[in-house]
């Protein structure tokens, strides 16, 4: 990896800064940092366990506020997350022994679905509903799934964690946005030790990063507390759009 200087530090705080604010309000925070570390000649793994290093100090920042402010609870709410962070686990295990490749084909469309699902059911958490599932149930099998998907491959898990609260669980969006952050936090860090313990981490650069990631996610998350579902909504709708493009592209689907 070619030596960094000052600039490109700076502007890694700052792209690290703006990723967690959006990833805080409506995920898609990984489209601005990954491409960015790639971008300093960095090889692909350790881009992306950097990017775990980052992203975890931007949902551990956003989750913390959340927490603050009442907006989880964490006594009816654990098993989930345990059950999450074992998903996150295996997930991380499972990719050193498999290629993805099939998840990369079929996930634009999924995300795509979900940005149409949002842009076209504008009354989908406005406000608190029965959930279907219970806790346990959604725990055991949704829980474990999605912490898996985050572990296993990753982009998209905030969108799928956030509709998966409002449609089954019943949450506003606003609660759902706060408890998809603390779902994320649990999966971040299951993938963050497989990192660890692969020794693909930039530390500097992860550090700094997650400082910026910190500040932004911060403010994010007072965003969401502020504004609620009039940001949230139409935010989710725009970043699924551009995962699908980005998502796409990446694949050469573009490529006439």
């Known amino acids: ?14 792209a690290a800064f703006v990723a967690a604010f ?15 570390l790639l971008m300093t000649g ?3 793994a350790m881009a992306l366990g950097t990017n775990k290093l980052q992203a975890f100090g931007g949902v551990l920042s956003a989750s913390a506020y959340f927490l603050r402010k009442k907006a989880v609870d964490l006594k009816s709410f654990w098993f989930i997350l345990l059950m999450i962070f074992i998903g996150g686990l295996l997930g991380a295990l499972v990719i050193q022994r498999l290629d993805p490749g099939f998840i990369k084909m079929l996930l634009p469309f999924l995300i795509l679905a979900i940005g149409l699902y949002f842009l076209f059911t504008p009354k989908l958490g406005a406000d608190d509903r029965k959930n ?9 099998i949704f829980g474990t799934g999605l912490g898996f998907y985050d572990g296993f491959f990753g982009p998209g898990t ?32 299951a993938a963050l030790l497989m990192f660890l313990g692969g020794g693909h981490i930039v530390w ?25 579902r009039q940001l949230i909504r139409p ?3 725009v970043m699924s ?4 493009l980005k998502l796409c592209y990446d694949q050469g689907w573009f490529n006439f």
């Open 241 to 244: 759009f551009i995962m699908t």
């Open 158 to 189: 905030g969108s799928l964690m956030n509709l998966a609260c409002v449609l089954l669980l019943g949450f506003n969006l606003t609660k759902s946005t706060a408890h998809t952050k603390v779902m994320n936090l649990s999966s971040n860090f």
């Open 235 to 237: 935010m989710v709708v």
């Open 132 to 140: 279907r599932i219970s806790y346990a149930a959604f725990a055991l």
């Open 1 to 14: 990896m070619m030596e960094l200087g000052f600039e490109v530090f700076a502007l890694l705080f700052m």
């Open 42 to 44: 960095m090889p692909p």
């Open 204 to 228: 500097s650069v992860g550090l700094v990063m997650m400082a910026g990631a910190m500040l932004g996610a911060n403010l994010g998350a007072k965003m969401v507390m502020s504004r609620g």
């Open 22 to 36: 959006i990833d805080a309000i409506a995920g898609g925070g990984g489209l601005i940092t990954i491409p960015a």
